[in-house]
């Protein structure tokens, strides 16, 4: 496991996340293509996510102490599970094609993704964050939608995705998109 330093923990925003292998990144780049010509008139009003920035969150965390970042450095590595390839479901338009918000890449459910998902929340609950309201939907966010983007019918999306490290991740807002700061990885061993 790395830790790289942490900047400035006063009021850092984080959340776990599972980080892309090589293969998968330049897969994810190649449906941003497809994507962009079969939607040539919708982008426009869409601000793709960077190829480094792809990720899977796991569990939102939020505002988070240094204590509690400390602990989470501490565990994740306990969280560090095989997961085989995980099977894609469809492209998506979050909230709804009415209200566009992000354009999604949606994983079909899988055990031991639910299971890492619940592993992670469990750890959050532990170092004293408030149970996360939403249930999980997994999926890695391709690109941030203006209001009125519309995207017309969306091609089939790639059949699975690979992950190789879990992370924790400090998000930082700022202009024109969020940058995300790795505080802490483990590699995910190789399913046997």
């Known amino acids: 496991m790395s830790t790289p330093a942490l900047a400035d923990p006063d009021d850092a925003r984080?959340?776990?996340a599972l980080l892309p292998d090589a293969a998968t990144r330049q897969?994810?780049?190649r449906c941003r293509e497809a994507l962009e010509r079969a939607n040539s008139g919708a982008t426009r009003g869409v601000r793709w996510v960077e190829p480094a920035a792809l990720h899977l969150t796991l569990r939102?965390?939020?505002?988070?102490a240094v204590a509690q970042i400390e602990y989470l450095k501490h565990v994740l590595p306990t969280c560090a599970s095989a997961l085989p390839a995980l099977a894609t479901h469809r492209y998506g338009v979050w909230p709804n094609r009415a209200r566009?918000?992000?354009l999604v890449l949606e994983l079909a459910a899988d055990p031991k993704l639910a299971r890492l998902a619940n592993d992670c929340d469990a750890h959050a609950r532990k170092a004293g964050f408030?149970?996360?309201p939403r249930?999980?939907?997994a999926h890695v966010t391709l690109a941030r939608l203006r209001p009125g983007c519309a995207f017309g019918i969306l091609p089939g999306p790639p059949p699975a995705v690979?992950?190789?490290?879990?992370a924790l991740m400090r998000s930082t807002l700022a202009q024109p998109a969020a940058t995300y700061t790795e505080l802490a990885r483990a590699g995910l061993p190789s399913e046997s």
């Open 100 to 102: 566009p918000r992000m």
């Open 27 to 29: 897969i994810l780049y």
């Open 14 to 16: 984080c959340f776990l």
């Open 130 to 132: 408030a149970a996360e």
């Open 60 to 64: 939102f965390l939020g505002a988070s």
């Open 135 to 137: 249930a999980f939907r």
């Open 162 to 166: 690979s992950f190789d490290a879990i």
